[in-house]
């Protein structure tokens, strides 16, 4: 049987690691294999690729270590010269911190909750099961880098969209801060997830409601 990760967090160790998003115009035969093939002309390795059920979108992460940036342009125009390929989005990184941006978990259409089997003795209680998932996501993140600065918090608040706690609307650091907004909050537990998790990797970060939404500032 093979495992699948329901989410994906990879330590790039300095690596450059891409994630490309393509938004198909239509689907046929081959559109995988001939997308895929793309990357291996460039010897490109594909650590994961996901499509979704209305196959809309295929999603890629990728170890770009040995491409250069004029390599890294010419893998994007030839991905985006068929028909098929409406838009392709991408971006790169060689943080020691890499997770998916561009990926929600649904379960017939609708959001799901990602969370470990053992949590589940704790859905009775919401508040014991936000700082337990908070914990073990803290621990994840200590574990791949050893010092959580902004650019490592706004990577790293992507695992809550990940376990479909939220959705990040916006990130950005700037001036060394980060301000991000988080709204479709899975109440009551979004929150208090926040809460532990950034105090227990140390972030010092500050919550705020704005509407339906919350802004974390770090």
């Known amino acids: 049987m093979l495992k699948r990760e329901i989410f994906l967090i990879a330590n790039g160790t300095g690596a450059k690691l891409g994630e ?5 115009n239509f689907d046929q035969p081959g559109i995988l294999a001939t997308l895929s093939n793309i990357f291996a002309e460039h010897d490109v ?9 209305s196959r809309q979108h295929i999603h890629y992460i990728v170890d770009l270590a040995v491409v250069a940036d004029d390599q890294l342009k010419e893998i994007l ?8 390929v409406k838009k392709v989005r991408h971006r790169t990184s060689n943080a020691p911190l890499f997770v998916p ?13 990602s969370l470990e089997k053992e949590l589940v003795a704790y859905l009775n ?13 803290a621990k994840t993140v200590k574990e791949l880098a050893h010092a959580v600065d902004p650019v490592t918090l ?5 695992i809550a969209q990940l376990r479909g706690l939220l959705s990040v609307e916006a990130a950005e650091v700037k001036q060394g801060r980060l301000r991000a907004r988080l709204c479709n909050l899975a109440h009551p537990i979004a929150r208090r997830y926040l809460e532990v998790f950034t105090t227990e990797v140390g972030a ?13 500032e770090s």
């Not at 490309?20 to 198909?24: A, K, S």
């Not at 390795?45 to 979704?52: L, T």
């Open 77 to 84: 125009k030839q991905l985006q010269m068929f028909a098929f």
């Open 204 to 216: 010092g970060a500050k919550l705020a409601e704005e509407g339906p939404c919350l802004v974390l």
């Open 154 to 158: 706004e990577e790293a608040i992507y």
């Open 20 to 24: 490309f998003l393509i938004e198909l």
């Open 45 to 53: 390795n594909v650590i994961n690729v996901a499509i979704d059920s």
């Open 125 to 137: 209680d919401p508040p014991k099961l936000a700082e337990e998932i908070a914990k073990r996501d």
């Open 101 to 113: 941006r561009w990926i929600t978990h649904v379960i017939n259409g609708k959001p799901a909750l």
